[in-house]
């Protein structure tokens, strides 16, 4: 299938377990590019476990180098919303791009979509594509304590097939502040050696820098 998936996140840092959420994706037949889009972050939200986004983007051209259907955006840097609301900025994007983008989520943000900015409206105006996440049980019942059956059964069959990634960008983070040297942020799962290498070549999630 033609066009773009918007995986939106953070990715602070980007790990293996998002690198297989794009390529189940690209796998699925939904979608026939993903594009990658790190979250503005405010100046001032501060915190020295986390990295700008000028490193966020560099991480993620470094994950994804050697991937021909995939591409990380500053969209969301340059567009810099605050709040930035993710139907917001898809409609921004149509708009700009003449483009209409399919939204890859988790399975968990799935099962709380109904809490977000616009929901109804986000989901009757934009595709999504759903990655399966541990202890989120997708089902069209689950969904319809929320939604009405038609839109439970519609946000149920979202859900792609892939394996489950154990990894977590917040636990990435904490446990590198007592990291020294470069072979044990390389030796630890879920990081490829050029984002490590990256890493420690920035002193970035360190007490140390």
Same mark, same amino acid.
């Given at each position: 299938m033609d066009g773009k998936a918007f995986f939106g996140g953070s990715f602070d840092p980007p790990h293996l377990g998002h690198l297989g959420v794009a390529r189940a994706a690209l796998r699925s037949g939904r979608c026939g590019r993903v594009v990658w889009f790190p979250g503005f972050m405010p100046p001032h939200k501060t915190d020295r476990r986390r990295a700008a986004f000028s490193d966020r983007m560099a991480?993620?051209?470094l994950l994804i180098s050697g991937e021909p259907d995939m591409e990380v955006s500053d969209y969301e840097d340059r567009l810099r919303l605050s709040p930035s609301y993710t139907i917001d900025v898809l409609r921004r994007?149509?708009?700009? *791009?003449?483009?209409?983008?399919?939204?890859l989520i988790g399975?968990?943000?799935?099962?709380n979509l109904h809490t977000w900015h616009e929901a109804d409206?986000?989901?009757?105006?934009f595709e999504i594509i759903t990655y399966p996440r541990n202890g989120a049980t997708v089902t069209a019942d689950a969904l319809s304590t929320h939604w009405d059956r038609? *839109?439970?059964?519609?946000?149920?069959?979202t859900e792609i097939p892939g394996k489950i990634f154990e990894i977590s960008s917040r636990e990435l983070r904490f446990s590198m502040e007592?990291?020294?040297?470069?072979?044990?942020?390389i030796r630890g799962d879920g990081l490829t050696g050029e984002v490590a290498a990256y890493i420690m070549e920035h002193g970035l999630? *360190?007490?140390f820098n």
């Open positions: 991480m993620v051209k994007l149509h708009l700009d *791009t003449g483009e209409k983008y399919r939204l399975a968990d943000s799935l099962l409206a986000l989901v009757r105006e038609e *839109t439970a059964e519609k946000l149920a069959a007592k990291i020294l040297s470069p072979r044990h942020i999630y *360190t007490k």
